[in-house]
Protein backbone atom coordinates (compact mmCIF):
# COMPACT_ATOMS: atom_id res chain seq x y z
CA UNK A 1 0.00 0.00 0.00
CA UNK A 2 2.60 2.55 1.15
CA UNK A 3 4.87 0.98 -2.47
CA UNK A 4 1.70 2.08 -4.59
CA UNK A 5 1.07 5.35 -2.74
CA UNK A 6 4.35 6.17 -3.09
CA UNK A 7 4.24 5.45 -6.72
CA UNK A 8 1.26 7.89 -7.20
CA UNK A 9 2.84 10.83 -6.19
CA UNK A 10 5.80 10.55 -8.37
CA UNK A 11 3.50 10.27 -11.24
CA UNK A 12 1.81 13.34 -9.97
CA UNK A 13 4.80 15.13 -9.75
CA UNK A 14 5.80 13.69 -13.33
CA UNK A 15 2.65 14.92 -14.91
CA UNK A 16 2.87 18.04 -12.91
CA UNK A 17 -0.34 17.61 -11.00
CA UNK A 18 0.71 18.94 -7.94
CA UNK A 19 1.93 22.03 -8.08
CA UNK A 20 5.55 23.15 -7.49
CA UNK A 21 6.68 25.34 -4.59
CA UNK A 22 7.24 28.79 -5.65
CA UNK A 23 10.93 29.64 -5.88
CA UNK A 24 11.70 32.57 -3.00
CA UNK A 25 11.51 36.00 -4.22
CA UNK A 26 14.51 37.54 -4.64
CA UNK A 27 15.79 40.76 -2.11
CA UNK A 28 14.71 43.48 -3.53
CA UNK A 29 18.45 45.35 -4.69
CA UNK A 30 19.27 48.05 -1.95
CA UNK A 31 19.22 51.81 -3.20
CA UNK A 32 22.38 53.10 -4.13
CA UNK A 33 23.29 55.55 -2.07
CA UNK A 34 23.04 58.96 -3.84
CA UNK A 35 26.77 59.98 -5.36
CA UNK A 36 28.81 62.63 -3.54
CA UNK A 37 29.73 66.12 -5.42
CA UNK A 38 33.31 65.79 -5.98
CA UNK A 39 34.85 68.26 -3.81
CA UNK A 40 36.36 71.57 -5.18
CA UNK A 41 40.05 71.47 -5.83
CA UNK A 42 41.62 73.83 -3.74
CA UNK A 43 42.85 76.85 -5.57
CA UNK A 44 46.31 76.51 -6.39
CA UNK A 45 48.55 79.05 -5.34
CA UNK A 46 50.25 81.24 -7.97
CA UNK A 47 54.03 81.13 -7.94
CA UNK A 48 56.22 83.54 -6.54
CA UNK A 49 56.81 86.55 -8.39
CA UNK A 50 59.81 86.62 -11.04
CA UNK A 51 63.02 88.95 -9.90
CA UNK A 52 61.79 91.22 -12.96
CA UNK A 53 58.32 91.43 -11.94
CA UNK A 54 59.35 91.59 -8.36
CA UNK A 55 61.41 94.57 -9.14
CA UNK A 56 58.55 96.55 -11.19
CA UNK A 57 55.96 95.89 -7.93
CA UNK A 58 58.57 97.29 -5.89
CA UNK A 59 59.24 99.88 -7.63
CA UNK A 60 55.05 101.19 -6.97
CA UNK A 61 56.87 102.06 -3.06
CA UNK A 62 57.70 105.38 -4.99
CA UNK A 63 61.11 106.00 -2.72
CA UNK A 64 59.72 105.80 0.63
CA UNK A 65 59.95 102.94 3.09
CA UNK A 66 57.79 101.64 5.88
CA UNK A 67 58.01 103.35 9.22
CA UNK A 68 58.34 106.78 7.94
CA UNK A 69 56.88 108.80 9.99
CA UNK A 70 54.87 112.09 8.43
CA UNK A 71 57.41 114.58 8.73
CA UNK A 72 59.50 112.05 6.69
CA UNK A 73 57.54 111.41 4.13
CA UNK A 74 56.90 115.14 3.77
CA UNK A 75 60.51 115.88 3.70
CA UNK A 76 60.82 113.10 0.73
CA UNK A 77 58.04 114.44 -1.04
CA UNK A 78 59.30 118.20 -1.12
CA UNK A 79 62.31 116.53 -2.82
CA UNK A 80 60.41 115.15 -5.13
CA UNK A 81 58.69 117.94 -5.87
CA UNK A 82 61.34 119.78 -5.80
CA UNK A 83 63.11 117.79 -8.70
CA UNK A 84 59.68 118.11 -11.19
CA UNK A 85 59.51 122.03 -10.50
CA UNK A 86 63.29 122.58 -10.90
CA UNK A 87 63.27 120.62 -14.53
CA UNK A 88 60.25 123.19 -15.73
CA UNK A 89 62.15 126.24 -14.34
CA UNK A 90 65.39 125.07 -16.41
CA UNK A 91 63.11 125.00 -19.40
CA UNK A 92 61.74 128.71 -19.15
CA UNK A 93 63.80 132.19 -19.04
CA UNK A 94 60.63 133.98 -18.54
CA UNK A 95 60.73 135.18 -15.47
CA UNK A 96 57.11 135.56 -14.60
CA UNK A 97 56.71 131.96 -15.42
CA UNK A 98 59.36 130.97 -13.23
CA UNK A 99 57.77 132.75 -10.79
CA UNK A 100 54.33 131.04 -11.65
CA UNK A 101 56.09 127.83 -11.58
CA UNK A 102 58.01 128.67 -8.06
CA UNK A 103 53.91 129.48 -6.85
CA UNK A 104 52.69 126.01 -8.02
CA UNK A 105 55.87 123.92 -6.11
CA UNK A 106 54.93 125.67 -3.04
CA UNK A 107 51.43 125.07 -3.68
CA UNK A 108 51.25 122.03 -4.35
CA UNK A 109 53.25 120.36 -1.01
CA UNK A 110 51.25 122.62 1.03
CA UNK A 111 47.96 120.57 -0.02
CA UNK A 112 49.64 117.56 0.56
CA UNK A 113 50.24 118.90 3.98
CA UNK A 114 46.00 119.86 4.36
CA UNK A 115 45.36 116.25 3.53
CA UNK A 116 46.63 114.70 6.71
CA UNK A 117 43.64 113.12 8.57
CA UNK A 118 43.96 111.22 11.91
CA UNK A 119 41.13 108.57 12.65
CA UNK A 120 41.37 108.55 16.51
CA UNK A 121 38.18 108.13 17.28
CA UNK A 122 34.43 106.43 15.66
CA UNK A 123 33.76 110.16 14.27
CA UNK A 124 32.72 109.32 10.50
CA UNK A 125 34.90 110.59 7.99
CA UNK A 126 34.16 111.44 4.17
CA UNK A 127 37.04 109.01 3.59
CA UNK A 128 34.50 106.06 4.97
CA UNK A 129 32.89 106.06 1.32
CA UNK A 130 35.53 106.87 -1.13
CA UNK A 131 38.12 104.19 -3.16
CA UNK A 132 39.94 103.90 0.10
CA UNK A 133 36.79 102.75 2.04
CA UNK A 134 38.11 99.72 3.92
CA UNK A 135 41.52 100.21 3.72
CA UNK A 136 41.27 101.97 7.29
CA UNK A 137 39.63 102.02 10.87
CA UNK A 138 38.30 104.51 13.27
CA UNK A 139 39.67 104.33 17.10
CA UNK A 140 43.11 102.24 16.35
CA UNK A 141 45.66 104.69 16.20
CA UNK A 142 45.66 104.99 12.13
CA UNK A 143 46.15 108.03 9.91
CA UNK A 144 46.17 109.10 6.46
CA UNK A 145 47.49 111.79 3.90
CA UNK A 146 47.15 112.20 0.34
CA UNK A 147 48.68 113.42 -3.19
CA UNK A 148 47.91 114.02 -6.29
CA UNK A 149 50.52 111.99 -8.71
CA UNK A 150 50.06 113.70 -12.38
CA UNK A 151 51.63 111.83 -14.67
CA UNK A 152 51.21 111.30 -18.76
CA UNK A 153 48.33 112.67 -18.22
CA UNK A 154 46.63 110.37 -15.70
CA UNK A 155 45.21 111.61 -12.20
CA UNK A 156 46.69 109.04 -9.93
CA UNK A 157 46.53 109.65 -6.16
CA UNK A 158 48.88 108.11 -3.78
CA UNK A 159 47.54 107.60 0.10
CA UNK A 160 49.45 107.11 3.02
CA UNK A 161 48.41 105.25 5.78
CA UNK A 162 49.76 105.38 8.97
CA UNK A 163 49.81 103.16 12.24
CA UNK A 164 50.71 104.56 15.31
CA UNK A 165 52.51 107.36 13.17
CA UNK A 166 54.10 105.19 11.36
CA UNK A 167 53.97 104.27 7.67
CA UNK A 168 52.46 100.92 6.93
CA UNK A 169 50.59 100.60 4.03
CA UNK A 170 50.20 102.77 0.25
CA UNK A 171 47.44 102.97 -1.91
CA UNK A 172 47.76 104.28 -5.08
CA UNK A 173 44.63 104.74 -6.97
CA UNK A 174 45.44 104.03 -10.75
CA UNK A 175 43.37 106.43 -13.40
CA UNK A 176 41.81 104.02 -16.05
CA UNK A 177 38.71 106.61 -17.34
CA UNK A 178 40.21 106.49 -21.03
CA UNK A 179 39.40 102.49 -20.83
CA UNK A 180 36.10 101.75 -23.16
CA UNK A 181 33.07 100.65 -20.96
CA UNK A 182 33.45 97.35 -22.80
CA UNK A 183 36.63 96.69 -20.84
CA UNK A 184 35.83 97.86 -17.95
CA UNK A 185 35.44 94.31 -16.18
CA UNK A 186 37.11 91.87 -14.49
CA UNK A 187 38.90 89.65 -16.62
CA UNK A 188 40.40 93.24 -18.84
CA UNK A 189 41.51 93.78 -15.11
CA UNK A 190 43.47 90.43 -14.55
CA UNK A 191 44.61 90.71 -17.64
CA UNK A 192 46.02 94.25 -17.45
CA UNK A 193 47.45 93.05 -13.83
CA UNK A 194 49.04 89.67 -14.91
CA UNK A 195 50.79 91.20 -18.21
CA UNK A 196 52.23 93.79 -16.11
CA UNK A 197 53.33 91.91 -12.88
CA UNK A 198 52.44 88.69 -13.42
CA UNK A 199 50.25 85.75 -12.22
CA UNK A 200 49.16 86.76 -8.69
CA UNK A 201 46.62 84.75 -6.59
CA UNK A 202 42.98 85.73 -7.97
CA UNK A 203 40.89 86.42 -5.43
CA UNK A 204 37.06 87.97 -5.39
CA UNK A 205 37.74 91.52 -7.41
CA UNK A 206 41.38 91.13 -6.52
CA UNK A 207 45.03 89.87 -7.32
CA UNK A 208 48.02 89.61 -4.83
CA UNK A 209 51.16 89.28 -4.86
CA UNK A 210 53.05 88.26 -1.69
CA UNK A 211 56.62 89.62 -1.37
CA UNK A 212 59.57 89.08 1.85
CA UNK A 213 59.12 93.36 1.27
CA UNK A 214 55.09 93.78 0.74
CA UNK A 215 52.25 92.23 0.43
CA UNK A 216 50.39 93.92 -2.59
CA UNK A 217 47.52 93.82 -3.57
CA UNK A 218 45.33 94.79 -6.86
CA UNK A 219 41.68 95.94 -6.58
CA UNK A 220 39.51 96.18 -9.61
CA UNK A 221 37.51 99.49 -8.65
CA UNK A 222 36.42 99.76 -12.72
CA UNK A 223 33.20 100.04 -12.35
CA UNK A 224 32.92 102.42 -9.29
CA UNK A 225 35.52 104.62 -9.91
CA UNK A 226 37.23 104.54 -13.06
CA UNK A 227 40.13 103.30 -11.63
CA UNK A 228 42.54 100.14 -9.86
CA UNK A 229 43.43 100.17 -6.44
CA UNK A 230 46.65 99.08 -5.99
CA UNK A 231 47.96 98.71 -2.22
CA UNK A 232 51.36 97.94 -0.52
CA UNK A 233 51.34 96.59 3.13
CA UNK A 234 54.38 95.91 5.34
CA UNK A 235 53.66 92.47 6.04
CA UNK A 236 55.53 93.07 9.53
CA UNK A 237 53.07 95.56 10.46
CA UNK A 238 50.21 94.25 8.64
CA UNK A 239 49.90 91.84 11.90
CA UNK A 240 49.97 94.52 14.63
CA UNK A 241 47.30 96.31 13.08
CA UNK A 242 44.70 94.08 11.97
CA UNK A 243 45.10 92.44 15.83
CA UNK A 244 44.66 96.15 16.92
CA UNK A 245 41.46 95.86 14.65
CA UNK A 246 40.20 93.09 16.29
CA UNK A 247 40.35 94.40 19.75
CA UNK A 248 38.31 97.63 18.46
CA UNK A 249 36.00 95.90 17.04
CA UNK A 250 32.44 96.98 18.03
CA UNK A 251 29.92 94.10 19.50
CA UNK A 252 27.07 93.56 16.77
CA UNK A 253 23.60 95.41 17.69
CA UNK A 254 21.67 92.43 19.59
CA UNK A 255 17.65 92.66 20.08
CA UNK A 256 17.76 94.66 23.56
CA UNK A 257 17.20 92.96 26.79
CA UNK A 258 13.61 94.23 27.67
CA UNK A 259 12.66 93.37 24.26
CA UNK A 260 14.21 89.61 24.93
CA UNK A 261 11.92 89.15 27.97
CA UNK A 262 8.72 90.29 26.21
CA UNK A 263 9.03 88.64 23.21
CA UNK A 264 8.48 84.75 22.94
CA UNK A 265 11.32 83.36 20.71
CA UNK A 266 10.98 79.77 21.00
CA UNK A 267 6.84 79.76 20.60
CA UNK A 268 6.52 78.26 23.75
CA UNK A 269 4.68 81.26 25.15
CA UNK A 270 1.25 80.83 24.67
CA UNK A 271 -1.98 81.14 26.72
CA UNK A 272 -3.27 78.43 28.54
CA UNK A 273 -6.85 77.91 27.27
CA UNK A 274 -7.46 74.90 29.36
CA UNK A 275 -6.29 77.49 32.68
CA UNK A 276 -8.67 79.84 31.21
CA UNK A 277 -11.25 78.16 29.94
CA UNK A 278 -13.38 78.90 33.28
CA UNK A 279 -13.20 82.45 32.62
CA UNK A 280 -13.93 82.14 29.27
CA UNK A 281 -17.58 80.50 30.08
CA UNK A 282 -18.58 83.21 32.60
CA UNK A 283 -17.59 85.67 29.93
CA UNK A 284 -20.16 84.27 27.24
CA UNK A 285 -22.77 83.05 30.13
CA UNK A 286 -22.61 86.81 31.72
CA UNK A 287 -23.75 87.25 27.88
CA UNK A 288 -26.88 84.80 27.82
CA UNK A 289 -24.47 82.30 25.92
CA UNK A 290 -23.78 84.69 23.12
CA UNK A 291 -20.12 85.57 23.65
CA UNK A 292 -19.21 89.43 24.95
CA UNK A 293 -21.08 92.21 22.83
CA UNK A 294 -19.27 93.78 20.40
Excluded at 45 to 61: F, I
Excluded at 116 to 143: L, M, Q
Excluded at 213 to 229: M, P, W
Aim: charged residues 30%; hydrophobic residues 35%.
Amino acid sequence: MRRLLAHTLVGLLALGSVPAMAAPKKAAPAKKAPAKAPKEAPKKKAAPPSADNKKKLLERMGGFKWGMSKDEIIATLEKQIAEKYDEQLKDTTDVAKQDRIRKDKKTELGRVKSTYVEFADAKPSPWDVSIIEGEFAHGTDEAMMERWENEGGKNNRRFFLFYQGKLWKMYISLDVSILPEDKKNFESFVGVMTSQFGPGDIGEGTITWSLPEAQVRATDKLKTYDAIGFSLEDPNMQKDVLATRETHKKPEKGTSSVINAVVDKDGTDHPDVKANGGAVDAVINANGGKGPKK
